[in-house]
């Protein structure tokens, strides 16, 4: 990868993580790479995540609407999509310097409200994981008409509703019951939170899907929440749309392990963190 110009973004607020951007800037230095530490431009070739997964969805809109590839090294918690550990970091960076990685295409949501009262639609937001209307309150639950373009889905009565793509399917909506998406797969699933009718099952839509919500009286506060971060509140009769965004984020993969080494680490699958080769004898009948 020919790499003249890099970004680097770290976890706010966190000193010793700023300290190892300023590290990182000076080892691209040493091998000839301009490297800019918290800023980020068109004309960046890679963008490196210092932190945890938070840190990357702050990041990911601006990285995918200028197609800068990002690595994210995990100096967080839980690290789904900064899948480089701390001590693999330069390791992972040799590797993509000498060519040897690849890229998955993570689809993204834009989601936008438009008033009732007077039709008037918001400015969209952008989502690499979810999508969530979620009721505010505890006394009651909420009702939510639901389309898929112009075909009806269903009404759902319960506490609320998420919209994920596949990288966001491993977040909230694995909590809510949701499925295990692989992330490189095309596709949003919708799924209800706490659904008063146990047969409300969460329902996978292709990607040109375009998803229509509608908030039905009576209804108190309830919120949209893009990634973790609330957007808007809306009322009785506003309208949710939520789509595929017009372009993925690019993300690195780690070069040292793979997406299901990565769920059977943070899931504690199995008991066992390494890879089981495929035995010889299945492999000739492949």
């Given at each position: 990868?020919?790499?003249?110009?890099?970004?680097?973004?770290?976890?706010?607020?966190?000193?010793?993580?700023?300290?190892?951007g300023h590290e990182l800037?000076?080892?691209?230095?040493?091998?000839?790479?301009?490297?800019?530490?918290?800023?980020?431009?068109?004309?960046?070739?890679?963008?490196?995540?210092?932190?945890?997964?938070?840190?990357?969805?702050?990041?990911?809109?601006?990285?995918?609407?200028?197609?800068?590839?990002?690595?994210?090294?995990?100096?967080?918690?839980?690290?789904?999509?900064?899948?480089?550990?701390?001590?693999?970091?330069?390791?992972?960076?040799?590797?993509?310097?000498?060519?040897?990685?690849?890229?998955?295409?993570?689809?993204?949501?834009?989601?936008?409200?438009?008033?009732?009262?007077?039709?008037?639609?918001?400015?969209?937001?952008?989502?690499?994981?979810?999508?969530?209307?979620?009721?505010?309150?505890?006394?009651?639950?909420?009702?939510?008409?639901?389309?898929?373009?112009?075909?009806?889905?269903?009404?759902?009565?319960?506490?609320?509703?998420?919209?994920?793509?596949?990288t966001g399917s491993t977040?909230?909506?694995?909590?809510?019951?949701?499925?295990?998406?692989?992330?490189?797969?095309?596709?949003?699933?919708?799924?209800?939170?706490?659904?008063?009718?146990?047969?409300?099952?969460?329902?996978?839509?292709?990607?040109?899907?375009?998803?229509?919500?509608?908030?039905?009286?009576?209804?108190?506060?309830?919120?949209?929440?893009?990634?973790?971060?609330?957007?808007?509140?809306?009322?009785?009769?506003d309208y949710l749309l939520?789509?595929?965004?017009?372009?993925?984020?690019?993300?690195?993969?780690?070069?040292?392990?793979?997406?299901?080494?990565?769920?059977?680490?943070?899931?504690?699958?199995?008991?066992?963190?390494?890879?089981?080769?495929?035995?010889?004898?299945?492999?000739?009948?492949?």
């Open positions: 990868m020919n790499i003249r110009l890099a970004g680097i973004v770290t976890r706010p607020d966190s000193p010793d993580v700023e300290q190892v800037v000076r080892w691209f230095d040493d091998r000839g790479i301009q490297a800019s530490l918290n800023t980020i431009s068109e004309d960046m070739d890679i963008l490196i995540v210092l932190g945890g997964d938070g840190t990357l969805l702050h990041v990911a809109r601006q990285a995918s609407t200028n197609d800068i590839p990002v690595l994210g090294v995990n100096l967080g918690n839980l690290g789904f999509l900064t899948e480089v550990a701390a001590d693999e970091m330069y390791y992972s960076l040799e590797t993509v310097l000498a060519g040897d990685f690849r890229i998955e295409k993570r689809i993204m949501l834009a989601a936008a409200v438009v008033h009732g009262d007077d039709g008037e639609k918001c400015e969209p937001v952008y989502a690499l994981n979810e999508v969530v209307i979620v009721k505010d309150s505890t006394d009651q639950m909420i009702r939510l008409r639901c389309w898929a373009d112009r075909e009806y889905i269903a009404t759902y009565r319960s506490d609320g509703l998420i919209m994920a793509t596949p977040a909230y909506n694995l909590s809510a019951g949701g499925p295990i998406i692989h992330g490189e797969l095309d596709t949003i699933v919708v799924t209800p939170i706490c659904p008063f009718m146990l047969e409300s099952r969460p329902v996978l839509l292709g990607p040109e899907s375009k998803i229509t919500t509608q908030l039905l009286a009576p209804a108190g506060e309830v919120k949209v929440i893009v990634d973790g971060e609330q957007q808007w509140k809306i009322s009785e009769n939520v789509q595929k965004a017009s372009k993925p984020l690019c993300l690195i993969s780690s070069p040292l392990k793979s997406y299901f080494t990565i769920l059977r680490n943070k899931l504690n699958w199995g008991g066992t963190t390494v890879d089981i080769p495929l035995p010889q004898l299945v492999c000739r009948h492949c």
